[in-house]
């Protein structure tokens, strides 16, 4: 059997610039998903750790130091986090990153919302035990990228449903979490130049540009319209009506 990795990536070109995802079979019977990069390609599970790895038999590195910082807890004593640990957990955030970006290529946006929410709980993890308290910086300095792709996700859920309103609730939220990230950071310079809220911020502009008219906004317009036609009558009706339906919403 040839080892030759070209014979697998000949029909599947890497093109730069484009995200190529795909979800295949994998021998075990389970279904996988393969990540296409320049060098070749990256495999992964579609559940538990993205390579399939149980560190310390647990489902992450990330499960272990939870399990250990709990134990600690119970004695009253402090876990603390080295560098070579907070390192290990970096490059274990990784394989979620790649894993999290395919899935959103593939429109899986639970499984984004998940691995995203995983990363931003091994941040906070990070944040708390690291040691000295400097070694946090290395991967919290990835919370906006993050809490961005979670909002994409949460608001693409709404917008497959045509829940316009809901879809422009969701990114205004996550633009308030970057936010209130940059105030903690107590780096504002650093918000205002932060692609990810440069990003949502002209995103929920055109979600609201795309959201149909309610019933009462479309009568408001019939009724500036009857107005500048000079057609009274009809802009007096359409007054009435608006009247009656705020009266009902109250």
């Known amino acids: 059997m040839s080892l030759d990795l070209n014979d697998l990536l000949r029909d ?3 093109e730069p610039g484009m995200i190529k995802v795909r979800k295949i079979l994998g021998s075990d019977g389970k279904e996988k998903i393969q990540l296409r990069i320049d060098l070749g390609l990256i495999q992964m599970e579609t559940s538990g750790r993205p390579d399939g790895q149980e560190p310390h038999d647990c489902e992450s590195l990330l499960e272990y130091h939870q399990q250990r910082a709990k134990r600690n807890e119970k004695k009253g004593e402090k876990y603390a986090l080295d560098a070579e640990e907070v390192g290990e957990l970096q490059q274990e955030g990784i394989q979620y990153y790649h894993r999290y970006i395919s899935l959103f290529q593939l429109s899986d946006y639970v499984g984004v919302i998940r691995d995203t929410q995983r990363n931003i709980d ?3 993890f990070v944040s708390e035990h690291a040691q000295p308290e400097e ?5 919290e300095q990835f919370t906006p ?3 961005m792709m979670q909002t994409r996700a949460k608001a693409s859920i709404e917008l497959e449903r045509e829940e316009f309103a809901t879809a422009v609730k969701k990114i205004e939220e996550g633009i308030e979490q970057i936010r209130a990230f940059y105030e903690g950071m107590e780096n504002p310079e650093a918000g205002a ?9 002209e995103w929920v502009e055109e979600v609201r540009a795309k ?3 309610t ?7 019939e009724m500036d319209k009857a107005i ?4 009274y009558e009809r802009a007096a009706e359409l007054r009435d009506l608006i009247r009656q339906q705020q009266q009902n919403k109250k």
């Open 12 to 14: 599947w070109p890497h």
């Open 193 to 201: 130049n932060s692609p990810e809220l440069g990003f949502l911020t």
């Open 145 to 147: 990228y993050v809490l």
């Open 228 to 231: 500048a036609n000079e057609a």
């Open 122 to 124: 091994m941040f906070n």
């Open 211 to 213: 959201q149909p008219l």
């Open 135 to 139: 070694l946090a910086q290395s991967v």
């Open 215 to 221: 019933k009462l906004e479309k009568m408001r317009r």
